[in-house]
């Protein structure tokens, strides 16, 4: 009996032990411990364009979740994994076996990029058309080192995808740009070239001015007029400047001339302080552009104003000229005329003298009258020269006159020429401001990604999970 119970004890021991041994077996199998992944996260910013402005922000999101996904899906074709795997040892040696397409698909899976934030931001001009996304890149695997190695690759490989092709086309719009600008700069440099040759032109004629007012001085005490139509031209042309001269107005502004083949100054001046004003709203009125055009300004309007009173002195002084010298000699000069009447009257009275037999007083007499006759003679010949002498005055004066409204033509094409050049420089100044603000802009609109996560990218540990079967044992 006893030794039945012993045997029976022996088979349940048996089959426990083997049922044990399998359970054992079965639950070794079945649970399976998940192994520990590490976490490294990075942050990044981009600009992204986006066309028109009127998009709600749930068509902005989507915008930005496909432009990163797009952008994500190139980083990842370019991610060079054998690379990073070979920086881990540990982990190359532990996953010696795995080939390199499974290992591209398992940092691919584990590699994400995902939108966080969405906002418009201002464009060129306070035009909205750049959308400002902010993203988080994350990466999971096994080994710390890889999850960092891998972060760091695609925060590389954003900023270069990002950059490569936006410095091409920047450096193309750049060399645009900067010829551009050159010329521009070689006009500028012309236009000051062509503003300086007109103000040392000016000058030569101002230094010279003395000496030819020196000569036509000398020139003028001996002039007369002998025709009376070239005394009322000579009026004439007196008159309209004196009325030139009426229209001044207070603040020095430039003469009208005595012709009028152009608009008037008072239009030309005015345009010009038009361009002032604007540069002076524009950029203030103690600018150095603004206070350079200022006294450019106001030195051509004082030389002018100058020239002009040169010139309109001249003409008066020739008229007062003429006037004294009308008053001094007649035209007709009678004193001229009366003597050569008398002299030729004693010359008929010697001559028919000589022929009849004279006493002593008779001839005495007759040598009187021819000492007379000499003396008359003289004057009248001192006359004549004097006439002769004055003719050539008058012509001299005439030519003098008919200089100075060709010298006010001159002045007035030079001013002329001179408000053009300073306008075109102006304008000049302004493109090479809107070239430099259109280049700072494009500098900005083509910014690479930026980093908003400081390196050195920490990887952190995920929560293991464990996950199981139970598997029930029958007695």
């Known amino acids: 009996m006893i030794a039945r119970c012993l045997i029976v004890l022996r088979r349940r021991f048996r089959w426990l032990l083997a049922t044990a041994l399998v359970v054992a077996a079965l639950t070794a199998g079945v649970v399976q411990r998940?192994?520990?992944?590490?976490?490294?996260?990075?942050?990044?910013?981009?600009?992204?364009?986006?066309?028109?402005?009127?998009?709600?922000?749930?068509?902005?999101?989507?915008?930005?979740?496909?432009?990163?996904?797009?952008?994500?899906?190139?980083?990842?074709?370019?991610?060079d994994v054998d690379g990073i795997l070979a920086g881990a040892t540990s982990f190359a040696r532990a996953r010696g076996a795995v080939t390199p397409a499974v290992r591209a698909a398992v940092l691919h899976d584990r590699a994400i990029a995902g939108?966080?934030?969405?906002?418009?931001?201002?464009?060129?001009?306070?035009?909205?058309?750049?959308?400002?996304?902010?993203?988080?890149?994350?990466?999971?695997?096994p080994d710390p080192r890889v999850a960092a190695a891998t972060l760091e690759a695609l925060s590389a490989l954003y900023a270069q995808t990002s950059t490569d092709p936006a410095t091409s086309e920047l450096a193309q719009e750049m060399a645009a740009l900067e010829a551009d600008l050159e010329q521009r700069s070689?006009?500028?440099?012309?236009?000051?070239?062509?503003?300086?040759?007109?103000?040392?032109?000016?000058?030569?004629?101002?230094?010279?001015?003395?000496?030819?007012?020196?000569?036509?001085?000398?020139?003028?005490?001996?002039?007369?007029?002998?025709?009376?139509?070239?005394?009322?031209?000579?009026?004439?042309?007196?008159?309209t400047v004196d009325s030139a001269l009426r229209e001044l107005d207070p603040r020095g502004a430039l003469r009208r001339e005595v012709t009028d083949p152009g608009p008037p100054t008072s239009e030309r001046l005015a345009s010009l302080q038009t361009i002032l004003a604007m540069v002076r709203g524009r950029y203030g009125s103690r600018h150095p552009d603004?206070?350079?055009?200022?006294?450019?300004?106001?030195?051509?309007?004082?030389?002018?104003?100058?020239?002009?009173?040169?010139?309109?002195q001249e003409l008066r002084t020739a008229q007062a000229e003429y006037d004294r010298l009308q008053q001094l000699y007649a035209l007709d000069f009678p004193d001229v005329v009366r003597l050569a009447n008398t002299v030729s009257n004693l010359e008929g009275t010697v001559e028919s003298l000589s022929t009849v037999g004279l006493?002593?007083?008779?001839?005495?007499?007759?040598?009187?009258?021819?000492?007379?006759?000499?003396?008359?003679?003289?004057?009248?010949?001192?006359?004549?020269?004097?006439?002769?002498?004055?003719?050539?005055?008058?012509?001299?004066?005439?030519?003098?006159?008919?200089?100075?409204?060709?010298?006010?033509q001159q002045y007035r094409a030079l001013r002329e020429n001179l408000v053009e050049a300073e306008v075109r420089h102006a304008a000049a100044l302004e493109d090479r401001r809107a070239l430099k603000y259109e280049y700072d802009v494009l500098v900005q609109r083509h910014s690479p990604p930026v980093l908003l996560s400081a390196p050195p990218y920490v990887p952190q540990l995920v929560t293991a999970t464990r996950t199981g079967t139970i598997v029930a044992a029958g007695m």
């Open 34 to 79: 998940v192994q520990p992944r590490y976490r490294a996260v990075a942050t990044l910013s981009i600009n992204e364009p986006v066309i028109g402005t009127d998009v709600d922000n749930a068509a902005l999101t989507r915008y930005a979740q496909e432009r990163v996904a797009a952008r994500h899906a190139d980083v990842l074709q370019r991610l």
């Open 115 to 141: 939108v966080t934030e969405v906002s418009l931001v201002d464009g060129t001009a306070g035009d909205l058309s750049l959308v400002s996304v902010i993203f988080s890149v994350s990466v999971e695997d």
């Open 186 to 239: 070689s006009a500028v440099r012309l236009l000051e070239t062509t503003i300086a040759e007109f103000r040392q032109e000016n000058s030569s004629a101002l230094e010279g001015r003395p000496a030819a007012d020196t000569r036509a001085a000398a020139l003028a005490e001996s002039e007369l007029m002998q025709l009376e139509i070239q005394i009322q031209r000579l009026q004439n042309r007196s008159l």
């Open 290 to 312: 603004v206070l350079r055009l200022d006294a450019e300004t106001t030195a051509v309007r004082t030389e002018l104003e100058r020239e002009a009173d040169i010139a309109i």
């Open 359 to 408: 006493s002593a007083g008779e001839t005495g007499y007759i040598e009187g009258l021819g000492r007379e006759e000499q003396a008359l003679r003289a004057q009248l010949l001192e006359l004549q020269s004097a006439r002769d002498a004055m003719r050539v005055q008058v012509a001299d004066l005439q030519s003098h006159a008919a200089r100075a409204p060709l010298l006010v």
